[in-house]
């Protein structure tokens, strides 16, 4: 954990998971590593609003987010692609132009518009 903290053991206070990614992961001693997988699947579940643990479905997490990593070193541990592994869902298939989900980013407001309200 240190690693992701960006300093040594005694001084790791803080880690800014957003800018995580796999390689990060897997350069963690196994005890990290598998301490920061649970908390990522308590983070998805959470925001999910998913108050169950599922035992079954945490090991396949781990081995799942385990194989993306060796795959992909430059996947980031906060993102649509880990959450879909952390929550056992399809990978939603984003196609160019494509917007994303509702609740799945920031969405854009169409322009406001200019000049005087059309008349009623």
């Avoid at 692609?81 to 929550?87: H, K, P, V």
């Avoid at 132009?97 to 799945?104: D, F, V, Y």
Wanted: aromatic share 4%; charged share 20%.
């Amino acid at each position: 954990m240190a690693m992701l903290a960006g300093g040594s053991p005694a001084q790791a206070q803080v880690a800014d998971l957003l800018r995580a990614r796999c390689a990060d992961l897997l350069e963690l001693r196994h005890n990290d590593r598998g301490q920061l997988i649970v908390w990522l699947h308590g983070y998805y579940a959470g925001a999910a609003q998913r108050a169950v643990i599922d035992r079954a479905k945490l090991e396949a997490a781990v081995t799942a987010i385990e194989q993306a990593c060796e795959k992909d070193r430059a996947l980031p541990l906060i993102g649509m692609e880990a959450r879909a592994i952390f929550l056992g869902e399809p990978l939603p298939q984003m196609q160019p132009g494509a917007s994303l989900p509702s609740g799945a980013g920031s969405a854009t407001a169409p322009p406001p518009r200019s000049g005087p309200a059309p008349a009623r």
